[in-house]
């Protein structure tokens, strides 16, 4: 029996060190202004598609550069940030036609899941909240770069693409379809910056 409680022990010295470093793998950053941009696309009567984006958001992602599935994101855009470059269009979509953004205040995404697609690609399925309403989409995400800052090597960043829809129509938003299009298109642009680094264990 002691020499069985020996080989036990001994193996738990050995797996502990690796189960630290897996655990230490994961970066935490957070998103950068002004690089990180949040654009949107709706058909406009059919002769164009009319562009927004949101200027107020904030965002953690924690990214295990070893295993890319076991990353999370967690997103939270100020709905009354939208901007889509006319007055009068602002106070439209923030009001209770489309955003009601006095009652809701705020938008989000919570990843639930990552499928790697290839070597720097994946699909990131996440929660988009909207209006109160929470619905799965799929963000088609891509890995663009991760390291030091060139002109500040002592700050280390890290950047992603990604794209997705939804139909606005699923988070009661209505107003004007099908003269205003039900589909949104979303081009997600982000740079973040490393807030936690791995330790090492070696």
């Known amino acids: 029996m002691s020499r069985f409680l020996s080989i036990l022990a001994a193996a738990a010295l050995l797996i502990t060190p690796v189960a630290a470093r897996a655990a230490d793998a ?49 997103v939270v855009i100020k709905s009354d940030s939208l901007e889509i470059n006319d007055d009068a269009w602002n106070k439209h979509l923030k009001n209770a036609d489309f955003l009601d953004v006095e009652k809701f205040p705020e938008i ?59 139909k606005r129509s699923d988070f009661g938003i209505t107003y004007g379809i099908p003269a205003v299009g039900d589909d949104v298109e979303v081009r997600i642009e982000v740079e973040s910056i490393l807030q936690a680094k791995p330790a090492t264990n070696e």
């Open 108 to 166: 989000t995404f919570k990843s639930t899941g990552i499928a790697v697609t290839g070597e720097k690609t994946a699909d990131i399925t996440g929660d988009l909240t909207i209006k109160g309403v929470t619905k799965p989409v799929v963000l088609k995400t891509t890995f663009n770069n991760a390291g030091p800052h060139p002109m500040n090597p002592a700050e280390s960043r890290a950047g992603f693409s990604a794209t997705t829809s939804f």
């Open 26 to 74: 994961v970066e935490t950053y957070t998103l950068e202004t002004p690089h990180t941009q949040i654009v949107f696309a709706v058909n406009h009567l059919g002769f164009s598609n009319s562009i927004g984006k949101f200027l107020g958001y904030s965002g953690t992602i924690h990214f295990d550069r070893t295993d890319p599935s076991k990353s999370n994101v967690d």
